[in-house]
């Protein structure tokens, strides 16, 4: 079984400029959520998505959007990049029963360097 | 405030002590995760609790709710268990929540 992939694993960018990462959930598990990880701040949350539907939200700027497409792989925007913006974008899939809890598999990462 | 709180937050041990980290929470929460985090930065899921106790292999997780507590043991430890382990809360509002982290060094 496949386990979570994102693409791409490391990438530059220059201030100003917008960035889409990309993961694809393993086969069957239908929510995903995404994450930020800084050495200053740790790991935050970004959002999570089930079918389609944002459901919830962290404490981001709009400037953070992502969506989610019909089968379930999901993708991220940040626009107008900030040199605060350099992280480690991690996202993690489940499979959301109705309880909404179930065991996170999270990806290898997205290493985002503004510069 | 962090609503997620570990400790210790760096622990150096020997092989084969028994080692315990420790998380406390503020929120009501659905569900609490250990994860391992390794250099490197890929992230394994440990155990996710809601109640209770559960183990696998060396590694032991308990929950007390009322408490708004958890820990995390590891017996026997071995250096392969060097890594940051990580407590994450998901509340009743499905937000996630972070601690710190707590980085383990198990020396030969």
Same mark, same amino acid.
């Given at each position: 079984k496949a386990g979570v992939t994102q693409t791409p694993r490391y990438l530059i960018k220059t201030r100003g400029q917008q960035v889409t990462l990309s993961c694809s959930p393993i086969s069957g598990h239908r929510s995903v959520s995404w994450y930020q990880q800084t050495p200053g701040q740790g790991l935050q949350f970004l959002f999570e998505y089930f079918s389609e539907t944002q459901r919830n939200k962290g404490?981001?700027? +709009?400037r953070f959007s992502g969506r989610q497409f019909s089968n379930s792989r999901s993708e991220m925007n940040v626009s107008? !990049?900030? !040199? +605060?913006?350099s992280a480690l974008y991690l996202c993690a899939s489940s499979f959301t029963g !109705?309880?909404?809890?179930n065991v996170l598999t999270f990806g290898a990462g997205s290493r985002l360097t503004v510069l | 405030k962090n609503e997620v709180e570990q400790s210790p937050q760096n622990l150096t041990a020997q092989e084969g002590e028994f080692i315990t980290i420790n998380c406390s929470y503020s929120v009501g929460i659905s569900a609490l995760h250990w994860l391992q985090q390794h250099p490197g930065g890929g992230i394994v899921s440990l155990f996710m609790l809601s109640s209770g106790k559960k183990k696998h292999g060396r590694l032991i997780a308990t929950i007390n709710i009322q408490e708004k507590h958890s820990s995390l043991h590891i017996t026997a430890?071995?250096?392969?268990?060097s890594a940051v382990y990580i407590c994450a809360v998901r509340s009743y509002g499905n937000q996630f929540y972070f601690g710190t982290g707590t980085s383990l060094t198990v020396i030969p």
């Open positions: 404490n981001f700027p +709009g107008t !990049l900030e !040199l +605060g913006d !109705l309880t909404g809890a | 430890s071995h250096p392969r268990d």
